[in-house]
């Protein structure tokens, strides 16, 4: 049981990226109603949610992503997606994708680094 994430890399301020988290070894009676999240890091700071969605598609975010960051989850999929657009220097950093279901448990992380 993990969670695995992919789409991070190096992008130019106000490009896209769209990073992805599979819920791995999940069944769906867990996976569905749990909530999911990506949080992020970065140097000399604390990690901080920057959005999630409850199984029940409740969504927040984080106010500096407000109108930029997308979540959204495929359950079919068991899979969280986060769909980042105009993305600035200071979204800079270790995403992490993070699920309360079994306990909580988080992703490995994907570097999101934005030049610029």
């Known amino acids: 049981v993990q969670l695995v994430e992919s789409g991070g890399g190096l992008v130019q301020a106000e490009g896209s990226l769209r990073l992805s988290c599979k819920a791995s070894?999940?069944?769906?009676?867990?996976?569905?109603?749990?909530?999911m999240a990506w949080y992020r890091q970065t140097p000399g700071k604390q990690r901080e949610l920057v959005a999630s969605?409850?199984?029940?598609?409740?969504?927040n975010y984080h106010d500096s992503v407000k109108g930029r960051f997308t979540i959204s989850r495929d359950n079919a999929k068991k899979t969280v997606y986060l769909q980042m657009n105009n993305l600035q220097s200071e979204d800079t950093g270790v995403y992490y994708c993070y699920t309360d279901a079994r306990n909580g448990l988080w992703g490995q992380g994907t570097q999101v680094t934005v030049q610029g």
């Open positions: 070894g999940f069944i769906t009676s867990v996976f569905n109603p749990a909530t």
């Open positions: 969605i409850s199984g029940a598609r409740v969504i």
